[in-house]
């Protein structure tokens, strides 16, 4: 029998500040609520937190909107300056119609406005930026954690993406340390000798995704624990390997 | 504190076969081994045990291939009947390009080969359709545990689907019952007074992916539970709300 799998909410981390030590606020957020992380946990925390202590916010009134912002702007009723940090974050747009920008940020990842958000952030029409690189920010955190606590843990920063075809929006990792973010069924035989083709789960994004059912939008849930997953553990692995490589990809 | 969610393998369902009732399985299945559902949990069930029981096999040597199918099957190194049985399934063909064929199925889902399989199968060289109406399905499934267990459930048919941008497939939701597949943070106010915009979560799917965490693709785990997941109930919610209408979607 495989073993049940439990997701378990981080509550009570509070506002996130820029400068903050995520891994003190999240390491006692848990402790408040009579939790610990354990050796084999996966750690899923929200962008939204990583961003914030990593002091990625921006005020758009300090930006000035380029005539392209501008043009934007008018088609897709957002703010000109919004439209501006916008395009700043992003190295290629994949579309655009209706008044929605599907951006390819610098990161590689693909989203509407390049996940720049304006929601659940503190202090007026600042708004935030994804973290510069979401795989340094999980292994810093993963790193931090670990001295602290002595388990080895992996850990996986989500956001929530739109996706093509289907309706809503759902978590996926777009940072990873300690954790390989596919798991590979190719040339497997299946039970009945049937041998697999091209069967790559990416488990990383169904992590984040069952983590985004404890989470809600507005609960301030900022992390989850997964415990009981039997994970692949990698050093090296990263995010990055869930970007379908654009030469490869039908769709962009 | 949100509650925690767990997800519960169901193990020991043997090999199902055309004309078996699924329901009974399941919950032998469950009983076995001393489990049972509770209300409020939604079930999670793979389509392959959904498309088996409901006899939706095909021997492709009973198909007469048409010179479009033979003209694919060259491109794609795949038998020419299983791409005619894959064309008959299909409405609409969204990509065709390095010999991957992304199809419109007549349900209105887009997958590679209208999401027919040949993995999993036993019996030669038999191939596995999708359920013909997998609301349908899932509603009759939930009835059918419903009435044998007292208890008020949701079901959700998940399947195992690629999508762009990103590598590796993740698990979707293709039919359900008893739930709402979509929450809709729309208008609602964030912890800062800040207005969501067109926040709608497929929450479905995420429960479809969180389920894959204990099913594997070579395990014989054709179901999970997960509990505690305070979702919204709907008697008339189906999965066809998560198929993005083709007219206000970029990429069809």
Redesign the interface.
């Given at each position: 029998?495989?073993?049940?799998?439990?997701?378990?909410?981080v509550?009570g981390v509070g506002e996130v500040r820029p400068g903050d030590d995520l891994a003190s606020l999240l390491l006692g957020a848990l402790e408040a609520?009579g939790q610990a992380l354990e050796a084999g946990d996966v750690l899923v925390v929200t962008q939204k937190v990583v961003s914030k202590a990593e002091g990625r916010l921006v005020d758009p009134a300090e930006v000035e909107p380029s005539p392209f912002a501008q043009q934007i702007a008018a088609q897709s009723r957002k703010d000109a300056r919004y439209q501006e940090v916008v395009l700043r974050e992003s190295r290629r747009i994949v579309?655009m119609?209706?008044g929605?920008l599907?951006t390819e940020t610098h990161h590689g990842l693909?989203c509407a406005n390049s996940g720049v958000d304006?929601?659940?952030?503190?202090g007026g029409r600042v708004v935030c930026l994804l973290p510069e690189d979401p795989d340094a920010s999980a292994a810093r955190l993963r790193a931090a954690l670990q001295t602290a606590t002595g388990r080895t843990v992996a850990v996986i920063i989500s956001d929530?993406f739109g996706?093509?075809?289907?309706?809503?929006?759902?978590?996926?990792a777009i940072g990873c340390a300690g954790i390989a973010?596919?798991t590979d069924?190719a040339g497997?035989?299946?039970?009945?000798g049937?041998t697999?083709?091209a069967?790559?789960?990416?488990?990383a994004?169904?992590?984040a995704?069952?983590a985004?059912?404890?989470m809600?939008?507005?609960?301030?849930?900022p992390a989850a624990i997964?415990r009981g997953?039997p994970y692949a553990p990698s050093e090296d692995a990263t995010a990055r390997?869930?970007?379908?490589d654009p030469r490869?990809?039908?769709?962009?």
């Open positions: 029998m495989p073993p049940e799998v439990r997701i378990i909410p509550t609520g579309k119609a209706n929605v599907i693909v304006e929601s659940n952030v503190a929530t996706r093509p075809w289907r309706e809503g929006q759902v978590n996926v973010p596919l069924f497997i035989d299946d039970p009945y049937y697999m083709q069967t790559l789960i990416a488990v994004d169904e992590l995704s069952a985004e059912l404890v809600g939008k507005i609960d301030r849930v997964v997953y390997r869930l970007q379908r490869a990809d039908l769709f962009r």
